[in-house]
């Protein structure tokens, strides 16, 4: 069983910054879990940001977000986090933090998820 807590969304103007974090609750070593970050607006499917292997050795991104957000994890403290730089409004979505057996950018591909935070950048 895994549980996920988003945290650190907020409203922020376009050309900022935020930091979501994801606190995981697990019952084997987080490090056994490839994280993902996915986002989504209403009316709209979900959709594919970020993802990290379990080890942080390897990454992931949409190319909408290559090059402004950054995925990291720390297992110690079985936290994934996710970097976001030059916001845009079209960044505006619910975030979702996800885990799973193996890293992906398929929804399926991801057994857990959290409830979502969410983030709105104004123009």
């Known amino acids: 069983q895994v549980q996920l807590v988003e945290s650190g969304g907020g409203l922020v103007q376009a050309g900022g910054s935020l930091r979501l974090s994801c606190l995981a609750s697990?019952?084997?070593?987080?490090?056994?879990?490839?994280m993902g970050w996915f986002r989504q607006v209403p009316g709209a499917d979900r959709e594919f940001v970020a993802a990290?292997?379990?080890?942080?050795?390897?990454?992931d991104y949409a190319d909408s977000v290559k090059g402004r957000f950054t995925i990291s994890r720390d297992n110690a403290k079985k936290m994934v986090f996710l970097q976001m730089n030059s916001l845009k409004p079209e960044d505006t979505a619910v975030y979702y933090c996800?885990?799973?057996?193996?890293?992906?950018?398929?929804?399926?591909?991801?057994?857990?998820w959290g409830q979502g935070t969410q983030v709105t950048v104004s123009s």
């Open positions: 996800a885990a799973s057996w193996v890293r992906g950018k398929s929804l399926s591909s991801y057994n857990y």
């Open positions: 697990v019952g084997r070593t987080f490090s056994s879990y490839a």
């Open positions: 990290i292997s379990g080890s942080g050795g390897s990454t």
